[in-house]
């Protein structure tokens, strides 16, 4: 329990009985703000966003119960404690403090242990209600991370395959609605079991990662997505973009990989690592949806292929 000195407003048109107030917290440490009118009050606690309030019922321009009302239907920042500090000590008065919005009720004169305790009170309630604001910001923190993790190969840095479902999806609907083209590229490794039984998993691993890299200097435009779709597949999502620009991505693809991609030791095609790709292009239909698309470019793929690999075909 730490009791951090709080900024306390005053609400009490009686200057001796303000003047005491006051004394008694600033003794235990606290800061006060002082008023002694309704729209006083209403202006010092918009402006000074104090911490807790000790309020008045009787005013000489309005009512306790109406501005501590007014607070609660503000209820935009955070929670302000209101000990309601009364001469009045009826039931009904009581009950209409604490239905108005206050916290608690002291009926005056004051015992300044009382008034203490009672601080401490809204003291502990403060420091939970922190606590569990922390929390919900660390959780929601832990929450956007996890969401972007789900979504991340970590061996390349690129999307993942459920990163690469949600993002076709969203692009398929935007170039439907929109009437303007996509393209869809998914490439796979040629002859990588070979690459790997010759050089070990672990340089294949470094493979992948250059032709990730690869692919990110490909992708220069920010609405283009590149994702590891599978093992040794990777797919690549390019909104805005027609036929004829799919192939010249792939051109600029097979320049690239021809480059910078690694040496393969047992490659019938090339001595550098190869891809061969499927495309598929165009303002997708009401009837195309993920799973067509990626059929039909796994057909394009599977045609490239059988053409000889390090190629692209639509
Ligand atoms: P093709 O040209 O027909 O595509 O031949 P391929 O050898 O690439 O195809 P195949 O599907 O027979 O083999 C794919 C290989 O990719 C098998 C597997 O060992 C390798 N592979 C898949 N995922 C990973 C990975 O995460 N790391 C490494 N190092 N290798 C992987
Ligand atoms: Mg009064
Ligand atoms: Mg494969
Ligand atoms: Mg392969």
Redesign the pocket.
């Known amino acids: 329990m730490h009791n951090a000195p709080l900024r306390v407003l005053v609400v009490e048109d009686q200057p001796l009985l303000l003047a005491r107030l006051s004394q008694l917290l600033q003794k235990d440490g606290h800061q006060v703000l002082e008023a002694s009118s309704f729209h006083q009050a209403w202006r010092l606690f918009d402006e000074q966003r104090p911490d807790m309030l000790l309020l008045d019922i009787l005013l000489p321009d309005g009512s306790g119960l109406e501005l501590a009302r007014r607070i609660r239907a503000g209820a935009k920042g955070p929670w302000t404690p209101i000990i309601f500090v009364s001469s009045l000590d009826s039931e009904a008065d009581l009950s209409a403090a604490i239905e108005a919005g206050g916290d608690d009720y002291l009926v005056q004169p004051v015992s300044p242990l009382v008034l203490k305790a009672k601080v401490h009170a809204m003291q502990r309630l403060l420091e939970a209600r922190q606590e569990l604001n922390a929390t919900a910001v660390a959780l929601q923190q832990a929450n956007e991370q996890l969401s972007r993790q789900i979504r991340h190969d970590p061996?390349t840095g690129l999307g993942n395959r459920k990163g690469l479902d949600d993002q076709l999806v969203r692009a398929l609907g935007d170039a439907r609605r929109e009437q303007r083209p996509l393209s869809m590229i998914l490439c796979?490794?040629?002859?990588?079991?070979?690459y790997?039984d010759r050089l070990g998993?672990l340089e294949?691993?470094q493979c992948?990662q250059q032709i990730g890299r690869i692919l990110q200097q490909v992708c220069r435009r920010p609405m283009d997505y590149a994702a590891r779709y599978g093992?040794?597949e990777f797919v690549l999502l390019l909104p805005y973009t027609p036929p004829e620009g799919a192939l010249s991505f792939a051109l600029a693809l097979l320049h690239h990989m021809e480059r910078d991609s690694l040496y393969h030791p047992d490659s019938p095609v090339a001595r550098h690592v190869t891809l061969s790709g499927g495309m598929v292009s165009g303002i997708p239909a009401e009837d195309e949806d993920a799973t067509v698309w990626l059929q039909r470019a796994d057909e394009a793929l599977y045609a490239a292929?059988q053409r000889g690999?390090d190629r692209f075909v639509s």
């Not at 796979?188 to 070979?194: E, G, I, L, T």
């Open positions: 061996l796979d490794v040629d002859f990588f079991k070979r790997n998993h294949g691993d992948l093992g040794e292929k690999r």
